[in-house]
């Protein structure tokens, strides 16, 4: 067993699964989707009987796991070949990973699909020698959302493109612990793709990278410490309690409840915030790019798409491409669209959406497009490094080695350790780990 394949054995996998069945697959076959608990996917189950409807040959079965549980079940399940699952849901930092190793196959879909359609940054991620082996249910950046009728009693007006300072001072000002309302909400909750996403993409922005050119750690540098500094900062004097434990779906639930002023996370969020069946602040949600230090060039934006992909392990494999094919066309999009409107459609990943000037009226928009057209997951820090990745490194390592930097840093929120001995922990482990994968001489 490889150093490689033990590496992405042990950790914790990003991803979520569907799985769909195909127009000529036998009768009554069965696929298993294994997928997160995001609102998008969830829709997507509610519209199950659509799909087996239009394919009556094809039943859908669907499997929901917390996000790091499911990151965890899907690469041991596709490292192994074990075939549990006919899609999986699977994120753009594992997509040319596997496909390298032989877990995925390759997607042919009808010129109908118009694979061209999709946004050149997000196409890119999931080709490998020119073939596409996952297609995109909904892409992202990160950006920041905010309460405006918070911010206008602060007597404050958020800029497109705000600053950490301007953050923590407008954090300060919209915090009311005595009425439940805390300034900011970030993620705590330990793991690669949850601490860890907002974290490096902070880092980024504050100068920070997680290895030089000669991939050793760099925990130990002052833009590291003082992206932890000002990360603690926030958190303990303006966030909620018990943030160590919050991660995406968490925070959006305070960011619905009003208990948030201030959030910066996935744009994919948007929808959820500003829908006004679920959430109390619907009408007084602002948006603007992610934050960035004054003086350093880089937002704290990141790059990221849910994917549908079809593991080698599947013995469905017809039936799991028609279903992908449906799940990520056009087709799909309208129908969310007839349902439950236009804000609701999965967002990131057709250019042809952002053209349509339905979609052009829904608020958060435009700055969705912005903040992913901003990232670079080719040149993601300020200083050079031999990684490409926004808010992860493209390694196979990095799931484990980031999920071990994360639970340091989720102590270090909880009080358990300083933000100095989290960083001390960090680079130990992280030197260790390189350094046993052959990275360091």
Request: glycine residues 8%; hydrophobic residues 40%.
């Amino acid at each position: 067993m490889t150093v490689r394949f033990r590496a992405l054995m042990g950790a914790c996998a990003v991803g979520m699964f569907a799985t769909g069945a195909a127009t000529g697959a036998m009768a009554e076959t069965t696929i298993t989707v294994a997928t997160v608990n995001n609102g998008d996917m969830i829709r997507m189950q509610g519209l199950t009987s659509e799909f087996e409807k239009a394919h009556p040959d094809i039943k859908v079965k669907w499997v929901t796991m917390e996000e790091n549980v499911l990151r965890q079940k899907v690469t041991t399940d596709v490292a192994t070949h074990a075939g549990n699952y006919d899609v999986m849901t699977i994120g753009n930092y594992e997509v040319p990973i596997w496909a390298k190793q032989g877990w995925l196959l390759p997607l042919n879909f009808p010129d109908s699909y118009d694979t061209k359609d999709i946004l050149p940054a997000i196409r890119g991620a999931l080709t490998l020698k020119d073939k596409l082996y996952a297609a995109p249910f909904y892409g992202e950046s990160s950006m920041t959302m905010y309460r405006t009728d918070l911010m206008k009693k602060a007597g404050l007006e958020m800029p497109e493109k705000p600053t950490w300072a301007f953050i923590a001072k407008a954090a300060k000002a919209m915090t009311d612990k005595s009425a439940g309302v805390y300034g900011i909400c970030l993620r705590g909750k330990a793991g690669w793709g949850e601490n860890m996403a907002i974290l490096t993409a902070m880092s980024n922005s504050f100068g920070a990278r997680w290895f030089n050119e000669k991939w050793q750690p760099q925990f130990d540098s002052a833009a590291w410490k003082d992206t932890m500094s000002s990360y603690l900062d926030l958190m303990k004097n303006y966030g909620p309690p018990g943030a160590s434990s919050n991660g995406f779906n968490e925070n959006l639930a305070l960011f619905q409840q009003g208990k948030c002023g201030i959030w910066i996370d996935a744009t994919v969020a948007a929808s959820f915030v500003t829908d006004p069946k679920n959430s109390k602040v619907a009408k007084d949600v602002g948006f603007a790019m992610a934050p960035h230090k004054d003086g350093v060039s880089k937002d704290a934006n990141w790059l990221w798409s849910w994917n549908l992909a079809i593991p080698a392990g599947t013995k469905k494999e017809k039936a799991a491409e028609t279903f992908i094919e449906w799940a990520t066309s056009k087709k799909y999009t309208e129908l969310v669209a007839s349902k439950d409107g236009w804000a609701n459609v999965p967002p990131g990943t057709r250019t042809s959406l952002y053209k349509n000037p339905e979609y052009a009226k829904i608020p958060f928009a435009k700055m969705t497009l912005k903040s992913i057209d901003a990232a670079d997951a080719t040149h993601p820090t300020v200083d050079p490094v031999p990684y490409t990745g926004v808010q992860f490194v493209a390694i196979p390592e990095f799931q484990g080695i980031g999920t071990a930097v994360g639970q340091q840093f989720s102590a270090a929120l909880a009080g358990s350790e300083t933000g100095e001995q989290a960083l001390q922990n960090a680079q130990s482990l992280t030197t260790r780990e390189m350094t046993k994968a052959g990275y360091i001489k």
